[in-house]
T-cell receptor, first 111, second 115 residues
Framework: QKEVEQDPGPLSVPEGAIVSLNCTYS??????FMWYRQYSRKGPELLMY????GNKEDGRFTAQVDKSSKYISLFIRDSQPSDSATYLC???????????FGTGTRLTVIP | NAGVMQNPRHLVRRRGQEARLRCSPM?????VYWYRQLPEEGLKFMVY????????ESGMPKERFSAEFPKEGPSILRIQQVVRGDSAAYFC?????????????FGQGTRLTVV
């Protein structure tokens, strides 16, 4: 069993739709949860991070962590074509060190 | 404020040669992490370094791979006697001085191709 599971997609939505991206994990010691966006042939760009359980909102993005279910989500409201990218979840026990990544979900927002 | 700088962006090596990948962290960052991304796979942690110290190398292959972060200059990931299976994108990330920081910022990566 992988440490982090993420549906690879691809996921296609019309512009303006609400997007829901999810990851599950097996290690109950994970406390730090992040979402990265990666455009083709580029490095991952940090979008959101959350410590322990709860919600965090930043503009059109909302991150949710449910530690009891070992499940994290990223919601994108009013999706734009520029949101088209691969979204990676990442998590760790100790912060920035030794992040465990999902394989990424490829999102396309259709104008 | 320049981001994490990696060079070269693309590197081609023949089997058996050495590959040297360089990473300059963001200004003010003293923690460096190396990750490898194989095709169709997620990023895998390799090593965590601070200046002149290897803090965690639990993800490094036992042979042929080494990393350093000297007092002056960039961090170097060295792969000796490369094989085809080493072909991947290698990403460096850095985080600020605070050890509790969870924000790791990634560079654009070095794409290594072994022919």
């Amino acid at each position: 069993q992988k440490e982090v599971e993420q549906d690879p997609g691809p996921l296609s939505v019309p512009e303006g739709a609400i997007v829901s991206l999810n990851c599950t994990y097996s290690n109950s010691a994970f406390q730090y949860f992040m979402w990265y966006r990666q455009y083709s042939r580029k490095g991952p760009e940090l979008l959101m991070y959350t410590y322990s359980s709860g919600n965090k909102e930043d503009g059109r993005f909302t991150a949710q962590v449910d530690k009891s279910s070992k499940y994290i989500s990223l919601f994108i409201r009013d999706s734009q074509p520029s949101d088209s990218a691969t979204y990676l979840c990442a998590m760790s026990e100790t912060g920035a060190n030794n992040l465990f990544f999902g394989t990424g979900t490829r999102l396309t927002v259709i104008p | 404020n320049a981001g994490v700088m990696q060079n070269p962006r693309h590197l081609v090596r023949r089997r058996g040669q050495e590959a040297r990948l360089r990473c300059s962290p963001m200004k003010g960052h003293s923690h460096v992490y190396w990750y490898r991304q194989l095709p169709e796979e997620g990023l895998k942690f390799m090593v965590y370094l601070q200046k002149e110290n290897i803090i965690d190398e639990s993800g490094m292959p036992k042979e042929r791979f080494s990393a350093e972060f000297p007092k002056e200059g960039p961090s170097i990931l060295r792969i000796q006697q490369v094989v085809r299976g080493d072909s991947a994108a290698y990403f460096c990330a850095s985080s600020p001085l605070s050890g509790s920081s969870t924000e790791a910022f990634f560079g654009q990566g070095t794409r290594l191709t072994v022919v």
